[in-house]
């Protein structure tokens, strides 16, 4: 008699249980209990990101001088890459490549070189002066030889001689005409230039429509998708 009452409360204990489980699981949102066929809410799709800001325009942009601004690519291009750089500017040697890259990306854009010095860098003037030097030597060839050297060998203005010699000019002479300080005044006026359109570091860029004259500055050693997306805003 016992065992039957025992076994048919057993039943009936789990039973109860089974109900309890259930209704549990039916109301886990914490709210009443779901229908099996009730239909799920809709997930509201996540925001694209935005598109990046456009680049500022520039200032008061010195126009590109095909006879006396350091050129490199399609001399015939619509679209100039004006650089201000510093010899000594870490950021400057990261760039380098990048526009570079750009110009062998682009028959239409050029790449344009200007000296920005800056005062705490005491290797940049005199190196800006020497590429100076080398180029009233070598013209554009012996200047972007110079060039070149710098970001790859070092910003070291005690090598002048040395980077003359290896750009195919006579270096002692580029080391005199520093001395000398020929180029001090253009390399303040390339300063100067870069200023009045809006660079105040370097490197500084402007890409820049030589037929409409509009521009873009694009500040900083950014990454190549950068300067492409200046360069198609403007074409």
Known sequence: MADSS?????????????????YGVATSSGGAP??????TAAVAPSAAPSAPAPAPTADDVKPVDLKRDHIRGNRKANIALIEYSDAECPFCGRHHPTAQALIDANDDVMWVYRHFPLGFHQNATP???????????????AFWAFTDMIFEKGADASRIAEYGDASGVDGQKVQDCVDA???AQ?????????SAGGVSGTPGNIVLNIKTGETRLVSGAQPLASFQAAVDAIK
């Open 6 to 22: 025992n076994n048919q409360w057993f039943g009936i204990s789990m039973v109860l249980v089974g109900v309890i489980v259930g």
């Open 34 to 39: 779901i229908p099996a066929n009730a239909p």
């Open 127 to 141: 190196l800006a002066e020497a590429s100076e030097c080398a180029w009233e030597q070598g013209g554009d060839d």
């Open 181 to 183: 300080g020929t180029y």
């Open 186 to 194: 253009y390399v303040q006026d390339d300063m100067a230039g870069g």
